[in-house]
């Protein structure tokens, strides 16, 4: 079952340089886990923003329905691109490395207050 979005949430948007040019991802949280993730990449109606825009719809739709953060970041890192950047190898693999960054912060926080992870992230 989808999940349905507050009518506010709290996040952080992220800049990381790829290839490509600069990648901006927005993460949204809802209870502190990640809920949705919107990417800015390009100029609208460009190629790279399209692709960038279908991946963070994919995202979001995978988190509300009960997807595992874990397996997304999994199935995004190493993805590669023609043109890399620093450590980043793609654009995919730029939004993996700011999931692990937040799941990583995450999970620290609630093994720290010993919270259970949220079941939608289980």
């Not at 949705?36 to 990449?41: A, C, I, Q, S, T």
């Not at 329905?65 to 999994?74: A, F, H, M, Y």
């Not at 960054?101 to 010993?114: A, D, E, G, M, P």
């Amino acid at each position: 079952m989808k999940r349905e979005r507050p009518s506010a949430v709290e996040g952080r948007t992220y800049q990381m340089k790829t290839g490509c040019g600069s990648i901006y991802v927005t993460v949204n949280t809802v209870e502190e886990w990640p809920f949705e993730v919107f990417l800015n990449m390009g100029k609208a109606g460009g190629c790279a923003f399209a692709q960038s825009e279908s991946i963070g719809r994919l995202i979001s739709y995978a988190l509300r329905i009960g997807g595992d953060i874990r397996e997304i970041t999994k199935e995004l890192r190493g993805i590669r691109c023609h043109q890399t950047a620093d450590d980043c190898v793609s654009c995919a693999d730029a939004v993996a490395k700011v999931l692990e960054t937040i799941l990583s912060s995450q999970t620290k926080t609630n093994q720290v207050k010993k919270e259970p992870v949220p079941a939608y992230i289980a």
